[in-house]
């Protein structure tokens, strides 16, 4: 049990990798705190966890919102007497062509996927500091450092809004490591590659996602797309005490991108 009396937030936790970073950080003995907007997503999760023995509760937040993040933080160390560790993996997607891209795509994908990153960020980092101990995982992707030719599977070849906003959070863990470094804080990040989740099937047809599966899958030197566990394995070696002098990282865990290698 790498992770007996910790407590971790994991925002976005209501479904996809979320979710199965939550089950793994509770497997290996987190009291975990399940962040998310969609509150039946929260509810299923907490449910799943508490049903197999271990500590979750929920908290609604909207991370791109400044006040509600501080105020729900507050409200959770408060109620679990501390934070140790915080996993930034809420996120939105709007792919659509550059010269379709609207001003609200853009917005509402960078206010979630990298202005949260930021507003929670803040938000925990003066407690970490107040006890010299602290672990910050975010989650950013494959699309934060290259931008793929692949538009098989109704994968539109647009997605300037989310690279953008990923290749913020690749720099921002950089940046924050820098930072927090000196208070005893390791900040790190995920980059995972294509796992099949919401985010994926949300704007395709069943063929499309079959289709989708297939080319991404073509693309990897393991011949295989990723799973959430993959994901979740990965972040739990950043949040533990076995990364304990890695800092400012980002880890590709994409199966081995031929495109990127
Ligand atoms: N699935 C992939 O292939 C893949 C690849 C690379 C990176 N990622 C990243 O992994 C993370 C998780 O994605 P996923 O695939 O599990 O998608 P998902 O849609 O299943 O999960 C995202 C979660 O974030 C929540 N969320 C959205 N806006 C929020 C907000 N404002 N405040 C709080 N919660 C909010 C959603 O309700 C949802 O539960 C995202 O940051 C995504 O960009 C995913």
């Given at each position: 049990m790498r992770l007996r009396e910790k407590v971790a937030v994991v925002t976005g936790a209501g479904s996809g990798l979320g979710r199965a970073i939550a089950t793994r950080l509770a497997e290996e003995g987190a009291a975990v705190v399940v962040v998310d907007v969609n509150e039946a997503g929260m509810k299923d999760t907490v449910k799943t966890l508490t049903d197999r023995g271990f500590k979750a509760s929920s908290a609604k937040m909207d991370?791109?919102?400044?006040?509600?993040?501080?105020?729900?933080?507050?409200?959770?160390?408060?109620?679990?007497?501390?934070?140790?560790?915080?996993?930034?993996?809420?996120?939105?997607?709007?792919h659509r062509p550059?010269?379709?891209?609207?001003?609200?795509?853009?917005?509402?994908?960078?206010?979630?996927?990298?202005?949260?990153v930021f507003f929670c960020s803040q938000a925990v980092a003066p407690h970490m500091i107040s006890r010299r101990y602290g672990k910050i995982l975010n989650i950013s992707s494959i699309s934060g450092t290259g931008a793929s030719s692949h538009a098989a599977g109704g994968s539109q070849a647009g997605n300037a809004n989310y690279a953008s906003a990923k290749?913020?959070?690749?720099?921002?863990?950089?940046?924050?490591?820098?930072?927090l470094g000196p208070h005893g804080i390791n900040v790190n990040s995920v980059a995972p590659g294509f796992v099949l989740t919401g985010?994926?099937?949300?704007?395709?047809?069943?063929?499309?996602?079959?289709?989708?599966?297939?080319?991404?899958?073509?693309?990897?030197a393991l011949g295989r797309t990723g799973t959430p566990e993959d994901i979740a394995n990965v972040v739990l070696f950043f949040v533990s005490d076995d990364a304990s002098y890695v800092t400012g990282q980002t880890l590709y865990v994409d199966g081995g991108r031929g495109d990127r290698m």
């Open positions: 991370v791109s919102n400044r006040n509600d993040v501080q105020r729900a933080m507050q409200a959770i160390i408060a109620q679990q007497g501390h934070i140790d560790i915080l996993v930034n993996n809420a996120g939105v997607t709007r550059f010269l379709a891209l609207n001003s609200e795509d853009w917005d509402i994908v960078l206010a979630v996927d990298l202005k949260g290749a913020g959070v690749i720099q921002l863990t950089k940046t924050l490591a820098r930072e985010i994926t099937a949300a704007s395709r047809s069943p063929e499309e996602v079959k289709e989708h599966i297939a080319a991404r899958a073509g693309m990897t």
